[in-house]
């Protein structure tokens, strides 16, 4: 009897809704408003219009799902991260999958575990999903196979006569060489720490060909008097004081050193693959940006890696918030977000650099020819380096290393002083 009420009572709810020019539905969707903090404030370029594109297009697929987003510069993010994790998450947030930041997050309990099952076909590149588990748990999912690299103007190169370097000699010859035609050889982002960790580790790599070992060793007994850490630390130094970065490297922040290099005013600039996005970014002169070109770290004299072994690891990603009172619908977001043709396919499309999923599909040879060096480099790549050294220890080592390479760079303090220094931090 039930059964036959109700069916009456639909139909002439339809039969009414029809008279009325309106379709009356059985019920409607709650509305949600998800919170999504980002470490990409560039809505309209590289990562961030990515980013942006997947979603307006959730909301539009989800009309009852209102995303708000706050997005920061890094290392703003970083600080605003912290005070979240003591007062509440937003619901899905960028991460990095990697000790100095994601051991000390999963132990204070932020983040939702996720069910590895769900991206079986996803199309995650065998290892990838590895810095994002704690004792076999997913909580988080990679965006990028990120290559630290050397970007530079190939037409500024080709005019002056300048040659790509194969050995680290070579580039601080040709740093000497720019300097002497009035320009900067390598803008450095100096002032963040962190991407002159990047290419201290780049050198540490290009000498003991893996590095793994030895680091671990040096965090876990505070011990970083090994001889390939004063090495590498001596090189970076080398640079500094050959004059390759600009005046006030050690001070300048992301943005000033990539504005140097596409103003023209910088022949090179060291910063990660995602930067590829510069070749399609219309706010960059034509005239530049069409002539950007990559190489990675030259070959270090008796180093034991070839041109071929570089440094590269899968770095940021995403997370949902273990508090989330959205969670279910979060976890929806992020499973939008990843399947391969969105997140990987917007990504390629749009210049960003390579996924931590396989892209093969979406390459259709007309790709700017910056891609299609990053995509050669990484294809003929004979080992990665895996985590840069500076994210391979707890979260004051990363501190010490960030804020103290300035000073051991510029010779404010000397390398074993620096190398005492960040071995302290990691008791």
């Known amino acids: 009897m039930k059964a036959k009420w109700w069916s009456v009572a639909l139909t002439a709810a339809m039969v009414t809704g029809l008279m009325?020019?309106?379709?009356?539905?059985?019920?409607?969707?709650?509305?949600?408003?998800l919170k999504v903090f980002s470490n990409l404030p560039d809505r309209k370029n590289g990562q961030g219009l990515v980013e942006q594109m997947i979603i307006d297009e959730y909301m539009e697929e989800n009309p009852n799902v209102t995303i708000e987003v706050e997005a920061l510069d890094e290392?703003?993010?970083?600080?605003?991260?912290?005070?979240?994790?003591?007062?509440?998450?937003?619901?899905?947030?960028?991460?990095?999958?990697?000790?100095?930041f994601l051991d000390e997050v999963l132990e204070a309990g932020v983040l939702a575990e996720l069910n590895e099952d769900d991206y079986a076909d996803y199309k995650f590149i065998e290892g990838s999903l590895e810095g994002f588990k704690k004792d076999g748990k997913l909580y988080g999912l990679p965006r990028n196979t990120?290559?630290?690299?050397?970007?530079?103007?190939?037409?500024?190169?080709?005019?002056?006569g300048w040659s790509v370097p194969s050995t680290y000699d070579e580039l601080l010859?040709?740093?000497?060489?720019?300097?002497?035609?009035?320009?900067?050889?390598?803008?450095?982002?100096?002032?963040?720490?962190?991407?002159m960790a990047v290419y201290l580790s780049d050198l540490l790599y290009k000498i003991t060909g893996d590095y793994k070992e030895t680091?671990?060793?040096?965090?876990?007994?505070?011990?970083?008097?090994?001889?390939?850490?004063?090495?590498?630390?001596?090189?970076?130094?080398?640079?500094a004081d050959a004059g390759l970065f600009q005046v006030g490297y050690d001070s300048q922040d992301y943005?000033?050193?990539?504005?140097?290099?596409?103003?023209?005013?910088?022949?090179?600039?060291?910063?990660?693959?995602?930067?590829?996005?510069?070749?399609?970014?219309?706010?960059?002169?034509?005239?530049?940006r069409t002539n950007i070109r990559v190489f990675t770290m030259p070959t270090v004299t008796d180093g034991a890696a070839s041109a071929t072994d570089i440094e590269a690891w899968n770095g940021g990603g995403y997370a949902v918030s273990a508090s989330s009172e959205v969670k279910d619908e979060a976890i929806k977001f992020l499973n939008f977000m990843y399947?391969?043709?969105?997140?990987?396919?917007?990504?390629?499309?749009?210049?960003?650099?390579?996924?931590?999923?396989?892209?093969?599909?979406?390459?259709?040879?007309?790709?700017?020819?910056l891609m299609k060096q990053i995509v050669e480099i990484v294809t003929n790549a004979t080992s990665v380096s895996g985590t840069p050294v500076n994210d391979c220890g707890p979260s004051a080592f990363k501190t010490s290393i960030e804020s103290e390479i300035q000073s051991v760079?510029?010779?404010?303090?000397?390398?074993?002083?620096?190398?005492?220094?960040i071995g302290t931090a990691c008791k």
């Open 20 to 33: 009325s020019g309106a379709t009356i539905y059985a019920s409607a969707e709650e509305p949600v408003t």
């Open 75 to 100: 290392e703003a993010y970083k600080t605003k991260f912290k005070a979240y994790a003591m007062e509440g998450m937003p619901d899905v947030v960028n991460i990095w999958g990697q000790p100095s």
């Open 146 to 160: 990120d290559v630290a690299v050397f970007y530079y103007n190939q037409k500024m190169f080709e005019d002056n």
């Open 173 to 195: 010859e040709l740093g000497k060489t720019i300097t002497e035609a009035g320009m900067t050889p390598v803008a450095m982002d100096g002032g963040d720490g962190w991407p």
């Open 215 to 239: 680091v671990a060793n040096a965090v876990a007994n505070g011990d970083f008097s090994d001889e390939a850490f004063a090495q590498a630390t001596q090189l970076l130094k080398d640079a």
């Open 255 to 288: 943005g000033t050193a990539m504005n140097l290099f596409t103003n023209g005013q910088a022949a090179m600039f060291y910063m990660g693959s995602w930067e590829t996005s510069m070749a399609l970014n219309e706010d960059i002169p034509e005239e530049i």
């Open 339 to 369: 399947q391969p043709d969105k997140l990987s396919k917007y990504g390629w499309e749009n210049g960003v650099g390579m996924s931590a999923q396989d892209q093969t599909d979406y390459m259709t040879g007309e790709e700017t020819e």
């Open 409 to 421: 760079s510029n010779g404010t303090i000397d390398v074993d002083t620096f190398l005492g220094n």
